[in-house]
DNA sequence: CGTAGCATTGATGTGGGTCAACGTATGTGG
DNA sequence: CCACATACGTTGACCCACATCAATGCTACG
């Protein structure tokens, strides 16, 4: 690992209090691996093994069942994830695949157990990385339940919007599964919100008026401040 | 409190664990309070303060947005709430209503929070907590984005059955809440189950094949095992 | 009794899924 | 350098799930 990549670790809100002597420990015991894209890194329904830390690349993380599939979130650097698993020794719920090339940082689980154990600033930062994730999650179901397709596109183009654009970092289908849509319905939603003065050019989305989207998107603390 | 809700309380997952001495400060430091039906605990948006474990009666974590509303889950005797929000001290991301007549045990923020420092089993145990509401919130969004309507009752009911029969404990309008959908769509989706054999008495719903309504609920141990 | 709230049913509308066709970009091999 | 293949995005036609609106019956409760 690069000494620059080991300090951006370091700064992270789970690693940022531990001990140095621990935070070592964690490295060390830890594999930094590269990946190719469209990998699967982790399946649903295995044993949780590693704690993974996404150091370069991005990973999606999907779930299926019953023949249908959709995307839980987006992963970059130098974003955790699979915590939960690790924590109660259970089975993955989500499966995880890497959306581009990738180093992921894979720390086994017993040494995160361990280092909890000898490390309350560890223990307290891990729960709150937890609570996070919980909130997170709690506002994606909220979103999900309480707003359509349209919405959901909106509220997720204003939290990415920079200097009035959005880079769209993934495939459209991606997307879509991500705003639990359809590819087709994706595009129709972006028709829709050519209303509000949005303008598609490929990947890229420019928001001409933030106010008129806003109005529509409605967008709330309460849903729309994920940590991710 | 009676002694054996202070014993059904200690047996919990999260307090079991921790030492007499700090459980004993816990329920000092905190309140019981009994409720009436349909009374709001607490708001959304409003800053944390309490954690609640529900000692008698039923409470309905809502949420609304935009003029929509909709139930996130139900905690019975002898669950907990708003753990997260306690832990990050930040605002309620849902609302809590009686459903019926209620007591509450209100344990202070900052006992908590005292006493997560001071004991790390129960830090553990609060950490296992956490990672296991997180769980079920995965769960309850897989569950969303993967299932029809119909799909989502069937196996909320494999999951209450019990000798072959589910007693439902709320109003269906609210049960409609809870699993998404209207209750006009929740009597459509009850009708569908017909052809599995379930025969809806009032609130009294009998599985006459459990078999039938399996396969078509394709129920999951990655969607269903939830803990609450 | 009378009234209010809930469950159910029917009629109808809409959001979103499905299927098919087509354009475009990218990449490959001749 | 060009034909061709492949995959993605978009659009249109159609259909299904679910929401909405309205009417009715039921039950509980004052």
Chains 1, 2 share one sequence.
């Not at 691996?33 to 295995?46: A, K, T």
């Not at 993974?52 to 839980?72: C, I, K």
């Not at 129709?188 to 008129?212: M, S, Y």
Request: net charge negative; glycine share 6%.
């Amino acid at each position: 690992m690069r000494p620059e990549e080991a300090d951006e670790i370091r700064t992270l809100p789970l690693f940022r209090d531990c001990a140095d002597a621990h935070f070592t420990t964690l490295l060390e015991r830890g594999f930094l691996q590269r990946f190719p894209p469209g990998l699967v890194l982790i399946h649903e329904d295995d044993p949780a093994d590693f704690l993974h830390v996404v150091v370069e690349g991005m990973v999606e993380m999907v779930t299926s069942h019953a023949g249908r599939e959709t995307t839980l979130g987006f992963v970059r650097p130098f974003g955790t994830f699979i915590l939960a698993a690790v924590l109660t020794d259970q089975v993955y719920l989500q499966a995880a695949r890497t959306l581009e090339k990738s180093r992921i940082l894979m720390v086994p689980a017993a040494a995160v157990r361990d280092t909890m154990r000898a490390d309350p600033a560890f223990m307290t930062a891990v729960t709150r990385e937890l609570a996070t994730a919980y909130r997170d999650t709690v506002m994606e179901l909220k979103s999900q339940k309480l707003r359509n397709g349209a919405e959901r596109l909106a509220n997720w183009l204003l939290r990415h919007e920079r200097d009035g654009a959005v880079l769209i970092p993934v495939e459209k289908r991606t997307l879509a599964a991500r705003l639990g849509m359809t590819p087709e319905n994706l595009s129709r939603a972006f028709a829709t919100l050519g209303a509000c003065n949005i303008e598609v050019q490929g990947p890229k989305v420019l928001l001409h008026d933030r106010g008129a989207l806003e109005k529509l998107a409605k967008p709330s603390p309460l849903i729309d401040d994920v940590s991710t």
